[in-house]
């Protein structure tokens, strides 16, 4: 059988014009999508895939067009990874569903006309310096008069969280949880004129000792000099130590005993108040007193990355919901309704992240930032987010406010973002960069994913 050499030349000729035209034409969106998936590809491996300070780390990638209900691009992202502080997208979510508009700072139930039950539920914004407005605090001053009996509520968990790192225990970013914090659970000292201010005040709950390398004595008003403070492992006593630079102000985590220290200070606070501890409430007859916005608590845990509120907002969706305070409790509930569907099952120990234990994957925060845009106003996700240049991304996307929002997390070698990304022509897009087991500087693997993700949203 003899074949036609130029009528099959003609005819593969024709093909490729064909295909040519097909993938210059910008009307079809199948076209579209490979063009930006192709975009995102070379900018994944322009900056990230062959960024020498990556290249023994743990890389994962994905890049998800809710409006196309695909993924443009995924590296490893649907691989588990150690997430830092992007944990606390599963607890915003989880708030944002459960709290409410405003958060239950006591549960009260009046006993007699001279007396009142009360109940603790996890609260961290009692008398703590960021709101200025304290209704709960406004209550008890008005009944100060009455009797009051104070419960724990529920609490079936440790201060401590599962995997934490027990010798951070002295430091602000590992704040002991409770069922009832009073003043963010920390003391604060600081530097005003030539003294040192310590407050609340510490001189029954926190005496001052000498640490191994004291150079001042222990008194509290003492001028200015090269120390720090440091806390007791067992002990709420205070030690001061030379330090390097000169001291200006620390905040210092106390032991909560079963929740004996803020009952303590309550009495300090309201020296009049008549408060008994022990026994339950009748829930069935209780009301509540409300405390701040619940967005109002979110939008600084995600600006600031709080681990103390995050812990403590991941207890009360607990309590809300089971009438319990347990993180082991909630996140297995979370897992087996709204988190349900989860590409990845992921291993979630905490509300913070501050647990190495912690395994979640790419994917996993895309399906998480996805309910949470499909459930909730735009405006609310990106007043809670950081966008550019603002709260832990101060620095950093300076030119883009208005094109990200997004959560960054931070443990030692490893590094994570996540969030949305608008970009200029003007599509949506849900990200998650994650990177475990670097060498580098923080610093330099914040630059090289900025440098990744600005690309995405200048050429998509």
Known sequence: MKINTGICCLLLALAACTSQKKLANPANPIVANVKSENAIEKAAQQFLLNDSNLAAAHLGISIYDPAEKKYLYNYQGDKYFIPASNTKLLTCYAAMKYLGDSLVG??????????????????PTFLHPDFKTQPVLDFLQKNSSRQFRF????????????????????????????????????????????????????????????????????????????????????????????????????????????????????????????????????????YNIHSQPTDSLLKITMHRSDNFFAEQTLLMVSNERLG??????????????????????????????????????????????????????????????PTGNSGTLGGLYKNYAGKIYAKTGTVSNNLALSGYIITNQNKQLIFSVIVNNHQ????????????????????N
């Open 324 to 385: 319990m305070m347990s993180d082991v409790a909630i996140i297995d509930t979370l897992l087996k309704t709204d988190y349900k569907a989860m590409p990845q099952k992921p291993k979630w120990v905490d509300g913070s992240g501050l647990s190495r234990y912690n395994l979640i994957s790419p994917q996993d925060f895309v399906f998480v930032l996805e309910k949470m845009k499909n459930e909730f106003a735009w405006n609310r996700i990106t007043t809670i987010l």
């Open 106 to 123: 006591l549960r009260v139930q009046k006993f007699s006309d001279s007396s009142f039950f009360i109940q603790a539920t996890a609260d």
């Open 151 to 286: 419960f724990n509520g529920k609490w079936n968990e440790k201060p401590l969280g599962f995997g934490w790192a027990w010798d951070d225990y002295s430091d602000d970013y590992m704040v002991e949880r409770s069922s009832f914090p009073i003043f963010g659970n920390v003391i604060r000292i600081q530097t005003i004129g030539n003294d040192i201010v310590i407050n609340p005040p510490a001189d029954r709950l926190f005496p001052l000792g000498f640490g191994e390398s004291d150079i001042i004595p222990p008194a509290f008003n003492f001028k200015k000099g090269k120390f720090t403070f440091h806390r007791y492992l067992n002990s709420n006593e205070l030690i001061i130590k030379e330090a390097r630079s000169e001291f200006k102000y620390q905040e210092i985590p106390f032991i909560t005993n079963g929740n004996a220290t803020a009952v303590d200070y309550l009495k300090m606070v309201l020296p009049k108040l008549n408060l008994l501890t022990g026994g339950n409430l009748n829930l069935s007859s209780t």
């Open 440 to 459: 580098a500087s923080a610093s330099a693997i914040r630059r090289s994913i900025e440098k990744f993700i600005t690309d995405v949203i200048d050429k």
